[in-house]
């Protein structure tokens, strides 16, 4: 018997030896939300758990090398940005999905690192809004990346509505950053808020949950999931890869992916708590 292979999601991001950001955390993400990742790696990273040692950005020519191979070769589904690193891989990644109009773009608009250590070798703010932001279905900026990214926007509110009005089709502003007990994450289209989803707030410090976020964007609307639905359904997951998440070094904790093939409670059948 046969099956049709899973959806693939092209990721445009950089590399993470802790496995916690970056490429490999969208590889996991995509494995355990049912779809095969194609990583084109735009900058390599030498960090820890504890924050960033430093980073060397992928020439924009090998970008767009390693992405058309995989774009000649196998039906994309969807599109994923991270780190990019320079404005010379920013326009290098805009003319690339440019290309492919009907193909969902959803764009983590990794400035800097959740320490606030800088991963670009220059200022993006200005290139993201005038070249990626345009095409975006989707874009997920944490309340840091939100005010950096509308800077003369004086509330979170105000800032949605400017990037809204910058063409993306929606925008998810995560709270994680914010001094709330609660993260609440608000979700913006059509010039209003759409949503609010409040999240319990963990003692932790967590290492690529945003990365963890925006690939489970990628996977549920390469699977055709409805915009609003599939929105919805990364935010369950990623707080679930949040909550059972793990201390593997000195630093933050990471998320696991992949709770639901080895945690007690949902082997043995129990409620997961969502």
């Known amino acids: 018997m046969t099956t049709s292979p899973p959806p693939v999601v092209l990721v445009f991001a950089g590399?993470?030896?802790?496995?916690?950001?970056?490429?490999?955390?969208?590889?996991?993400?995509?494995?355990?939300?049912?779809?095969?990742?194609?990583?084109?790696?735009?900058?390599?990273?030498?960090?820890?758990?504890?924050?960033?040692?430093?980073?060397?950005?992928?020439?924009?020519?090998?970008?767009?090398?390693?992405?058309?191979?995989?774009?000649?070769?196998?039906?994309?589904?969807?599109?994923?940005?991270?780190?990019?690193?320079s404005v010379a891989n920013i326009t290098a990644v805009a003319g690339i999905v440019e290309d492919y109009p009907e193909i969902p773009l959803i764009v983590d608009p990794v400035m800097a690192s959740g320490q606030g250590e800088s991963l670009a070798e220059e200022p993006l703010e200005d290139a993201l809004r005038a070249l990626l932001i345009?095409?975006?279905?989707?874009?997920t900026p944490n309340s840091i990346e939100a005010r950096r990214l509308a800077p003369d926007a004086d509330t979170l509110d105000a800032c949605a509505q400017q990037l809204l009005s910058d063409g993306c089709q929606f925008v998810l502003i995560t709270g994680t950053h914010e001094n709330t007990p609660q993260v609440v994450n608000r979700l913006y289209g059509n010039r209003r808020l759409l949503d609010t989803f409040t999240w319990e707030r963990f003692p932790a410090s967590y290492h690529g949950s945003g990365c963890t976020l925006a690939a489970a964007c990628a996977a549920t609307l390469a699977h055709g999931i409805d915009a609003l639905d599939a929105i919805a359904e990364a935010q369950?997951?990623?707080?679930?890869?949040?909550?059972?998440?793990?201390?593997?070094?000195?630093?933050?904790?990471?998320?696991?992916?992949?709770?639901?093939?080895?945690?007690?409670?949902?082997?043995?059948?129990?409620?997961?708590?969502?």
């Open 134 to 139: 345009p095409q975006a279905t989707l874009i």
């Open 15 to 85: 590399t993470d030896a802790t496995g916690g950001a970056g490429l490999q955390a969208d590889i996991l993400t995509l494995a355990s939300l049912g779809c095969h990742a194609a990583p084109v790696a735009t900058a390599i990273t030498v960090q820890d758990t504890v924050g960033i040692k430093q980073f060397s950005v992928v020439e924009s020519g090998l970008v767009i090398a390693q992405a058309r191979a995989i774009l000649e070769d196998m039906p994309v589904a969807a599109f994923k940005t991270g780190m990019l690193g």
């Open 236 to 274: 369950d997951y990623t707080w679930n890869a949040i909550k059972h998440g793990q201390r593997f070094g000195m630093g933050q904790h990471l998320p696991d992916r992949l709770y639901w093939a080895h945690t007690p409670d949902e082997a043995e059948g129990g409620d997961d708590e969502s």
